[in-house]
């Protein structure tokens, strides 16, 4: 009975995250859109905040240990606030409209992405040394 119940307040973790994350990346949207700024800005905002997210989810122990934590924060707000097919969508635009504007864009997203990664990883790394 007691796997269960975690499975559902996985799923609800998994959810309410999902919902918040998503909620989030379109009001990012809104505001560079309100900024005049391409849609792919936005989308490269919020993957490399979520980059980093994860990054310092993942140099965490209550993350490793707290199933419910991982959902809510990973899989759901995370995976909501990120977005993979949208950079692809992007991609293929902007390879037929400015295939230059498509290389700098990729270089960022990818670039920014594992750089934000590794600075999440390290400042877990540095917290749970100091603490």
Same mark, same amino acid.
């Given at each position: 009975?007691?796997?269960? *119940?975690?499975?559902?307040? %996985? ?6 995250? =999902? ?18 700024? &391409?849609?792919?800005? /936005? ?5 490399? %905040? =979520? ?6 989810? /993942? +140099?965490?122990?209550?993350?490793? #240990?707290? &199933? ?12 909501? !606030?990120?977005t993979y097919s949208t950079l692809n969508v992007q991609k293929v635009?902007?390879?037929?409209? #400015?295939?230059?504007?498509? *290389?700098?864009? @990729?270089? @960022?997203?990818?670039? *920014?992405?594992?750089?934000?990664? /590794?600075? +999440? !990883?390290? !400042?877990?790394?540095?917290?749970? *040394?100091?603490?």
């Amino acid at each position: 009975e007691r796997r269960f *119940f975690m499975t559902w307040w %996985i799923l609800a973790a998994v959810g309410a995250g =999902g919902a918040a994350g998503s909620l989030l990346r379109y009001a990012v949207g809104r505001w560079m859109a309100s900024r005049n700024r &391409p849609a792919f800005h /936005a989308t490269l905002l919020v993957n490399t %905040i =979520g980059s980093f997210g994860v990054g310092l989810l /993942a +140099g965490t122990q209550a993350a490793a #240990d707290d &199933p419910v934590l991982s959902a809510l924060l990973g899989t759901g707000f995370l995976g909501g !606030l990120t977005t993979y097919s949208t950079l692809n969508v992007q991609k293929v635009l902007l390879w037929r409209s #400015d295939r230059r504007r498509l *290389f700098r864009y @990729a270089a @960022a997203a990818y670039g *920014f992405g594992a750089l934000a990664l /590794a600075a +999440g !990883l390290e !400042l877990a790394r540095l917290a749970a *040394f100091n603490g």
